[in-house]
T-cell receptor, first 116, second 113 residues
């Protein structure tokens, strides 16, 4: 089963607007990661948030994590046409001792389209 | 160098062919991964190599055979594939199998005819 489920499945906005994507997961996690994938290409790691963090920023990206609700959100501010891509959340399963396996399970993804 | 390279970019093969996909990284990463991705779906993990040893096989059919000749190279040998195996095959690497960020290659688009 998928660790992460994302919504919305698709999001269409105008350049300059903000885009928010949500991810919910089922089991405990040590960290949650967000990746971007341009059409038919490889994935690019955007940001990682650890389970003891609530919010993290990187440039125009803001990620929040609510472990009590088992959910995370990715906010892209002042979007650009170049942000058009699929966005996936992913989490590795924890193992005893506090580390994680390298096995990432991805959410279904949100397809973001930013119109110029 | 933070790049993972994959060859070939595109591959068309018949169901009786044998072919190989190649992946290379020079970041000193000790974990390498193969994923399969169908259109409009998330990547699905196939195999994980950690320190050149196979550590995870996600019940992948034996017509897919991974190989890790050294810490920089990862191969995926293909034999007797089915049309439903057509997909984008992604290779990734990470510092170790510790659940932190993975670096992905651009993928090989495989079509089985």
């Amino acid at each position: 089963s998928q660790q992460g489920e994302e919504d919305p499945q698709a999001l269409s906005i105008q350049e300059g607007e903000n885009a928010t994507m949500n991810c919910s997961y089922k089991t405990s996690i040590n960290n949650l990661q967000w990746y971007r994938q341009n059409s038919g290409r490889g994935l690019v790691h955007l940001i990682l948030i650890r389970s003891n963090e609530r919010e993290k920023h990187s440039g125009r990206l803001r990620v929040t994590l609510d472990t009590s609700k088992k959910s995370s959100s990715l906010l892209i501010t002042a979007s650009r046409a170049a942000d058009t891509a699929s966005y996936f959340c992913a989490a590795p399963p924890p193992r005893e001792g506090g580390t994680s396996y390298g096995k990432l399970t991805f959410g279904q993804g949100t397809i973001l389209t930013v119109h110029p | 160098d933070t790049e993972v390279t994959q060859t070939p970019k595109h591959l068309v093969m018949g169901m009786t062919n044998k072919k190989s996909l190649k992946c290379e990284q020079h970041m000193g990463h000790r974990a390498m991964y193969w994923y399969k991705q169908k259109a409009k779906k998330p990547p699905e993990l196939m195999f994980v190599y950690s320190y050149e040893k196979l550590s995870i096989n996600e019940s992948v059919p034996s017509r897919f055979s991974p190989e890790c000749p050294n810490s920089s190279l990862l191969n995926l040998h293909l034999h007797a594939l089915q049309p439903e195996d057509s997909a984008l095959y992604l290779c990734a690497s990470s510092q170790a199998e510790t659940g932190y960020e993975q670096y992905f290659g651009p993928g090989t688009r495989l079509t089985v005819t």
